[in-house]
C-alpha cells in the first residue's frame, strides 16, 4: 500500500473544504508460467486513486480480482467518506473487472467516457480469451459505465474533469484532471516505474497517439500525476514522470530500429530499466511488436491476444 500525502496544503482553496487524494496499489494476482529469462511471469501493480473531501469520495480505476477488489474496498471504507463515483480511465480490463463489486459494496456509480465504455465491451469480449486463461478470481464483469454530459462532474463543488487523450496502451483513453488538486490521474497514459504495455501501438503505427497523448497530459500543467501502474516508493512528481514515459517510448523506438528479435528487445529493456516492475507486461507486448512484424498479414487482434498467453 503507499500513503501518498495528497497536495493539501498546495492546493488552492475553492469554496469550502479542501480535497486531498491517497493512493492503493494492489499487488499483480499470482499466474502461471516463465518469461524468457526463467523469472515467473509477473503482472504490474495497480494503483487506485481516492480522491475525498469532508463527507465525499471518488475513485479513480478498479483492480481486477475479488481479492484485489476486497484488499481496495477495504481500504476505502477506513476513508470513511461516501463514494459517490468510480471513474474508468480506459477500457483495458485490470482497470475495472472488479469495479462492479465495488460499485455494490458502496453504492457507487461507475464513470466512463462513451469511448471507454465500448472498449469495455470489447474487454468483456475477450475476458475468455485472454484474461480467464491467465488469472483466476475475475469476478462477473457486466459494463455498468455511464458517461457524463460534458465529461466532468463535481466532488463536494469542486470540479472533476474527464480529458479524452486518445490511443495511449490502447483505444480511447482518458485522464481524470482535478484543478484544484493539481492532479492529474492518469490511467495508462503515464507510467511510473513500470514496463508499459507497448503491443497495441501496432494498430495505430507507432506511439505518435501516445507522445500526442502524453502532451495533452503536460498541457495540463499538473504538479502531481498519478500513474495507473507504477512502483511504491516513487513519488507522483508530474514532471519527472512525464519525462520518464517520452524516454520509454524514444528507447523503444530505438530498440526496435536495433534489435532483430523480440526476445533481443526484451532483454535489452531490461538491462536499461532494470528496475521497472512488470516484466510479463514488457514481454506481452514485445511479443505483439514482433510477431506482427514477421506476420505481416496475420490477424493484428488474434497476434495480441496470443501475445499474452
Ligand atoms: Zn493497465
Do not use: C
Request: hydrophobic share 40%; charged share 20%; proline share 6%.
Amino acid at each position: 500500500m503507499s500513503t501518498t500525502p495528497a497536495a493539501g496544503t498546495e492546493a488552492p482553496q475553492v469554496s469550502g473544504h479542501q480535497l486531498a487524494y491517497d493512493v492503493f496499489i494492489n499487488e499483480p494476482p499470482p499466474q502461471d508460467g516463465v518469461l524468457p529469462n526463467g523469472e515467473p511471469k509477473r503482472f504490474s501493480p495497480m494503483a487506485s486513486t481516492l480522491i475525498y473531501g469532508s463527507r465525499d469520495a471518488v475513485l479513480t480505476d478498479a483492480p481486477m480480482t475479488v481479492d484485489q477488489a476486497r484488499a481496495l474496498g477495504d481500504w476505502v471504507a477506513a476513508k470513511d467518506r461516501n463514494l459517490t463515483d468510480i471513474f474508468v480511465t480506459h477500457g483495458h480490463g485490470d482497470h475495472w473487472f472488479a469495479a462492479g463489486l465495488l460499485a455494490e459494496r458502496f453504492g457507487a456509480r461507475v464513470v466512463a467516457t462513451d469511448g471507454t465504455i465500448a472498449q469495455m465491451h470489447g474487454a468483456v469480449a475477450s475476458r475468455p480469451l485472454l484474461w480467464d486463461k491467465v488469472y483466476d478470481g475475475i469476478p462477473p464483469s457486466p459494463v455498468t459505465a455511464v458517461a457524463v454530459p460534458d465529461n466532468g462532474f463535481t466532488l463536494e463543488g469542486h470540479d472533476l474533469v474527464i480529458v479524452e487523450v486518445g490511443h495511449t496502451d490502447s483505444d480511447d483513453t482518458s485522464v481524470l484532471h482535478v484543478p484544484d488538486l493539481d492532479l492529474v490521474v492518469a490511467g495508462d497514459a503515464i507510467y511510473n516505474g513500470v514496463h508499459m504495455y507497448l503491443g497495441q501501438s501496432v494498430t495505430v503505427g507507432g506511439f505518435g497517439t501516445w507522445r500526442a497523448a502524453i502532451d495533452k497530459v503536460e498541457a495540463l500543467e499538473p504538479r502531481h500525476i498519478v500513474a495507473g501502474h507504477q512502483n511504491h516508493p516513487l513519488d507522483d512528481d508530474a514532471a519527472r514522470q512525464i519525462a520518464e514515459t517520452r524516454q520509454y517510448l524514444d528507447d523503444a523506438e530505438e530498440l526496435l530500429r536495433t534489435e532483430t528479435t523480440a526476445v533481443a528487445f526484451f532483454n535489452a529493456k531490461i538491462k536499461r530499466y532494470p528496475h521497472h516492475l512488470g516484466r510479463y507486461v514488457l514481454w506481452a507486448g514485445t511479443r505483439g511488436l514482433y510477431d506482427v512484424r514477421e506476420h505481416p498479414d496475420g490477424d493484428v487482434a488474434q497476434i495480441l491476444l496470443r501475445s499474452w498467453l
